[in-house]
């Protein structure tokens, strides 16, 4: 089974991700490649901070 970066669709593989596409009769898992998932968590991070920029406690907590 090959797993492709769902963002940039980067191929792991033993040396690292490669940008390669897998075979067709190849199965495939999605995930994130090092830098997508770096990139999509500082996205997520702001995004939350900005959801949650003049709140406090709890009510920070639960949105």
Known sequence: MQTVCCVCQKTK???GWIQKQPRKETRVSHGYCPDCFHSTMERAQGWLLAQNAGQTG???LGR
């Open 13 to 15: 593989s033993q040396s």
């Open 58 to 60: 709890i009510m920070a």
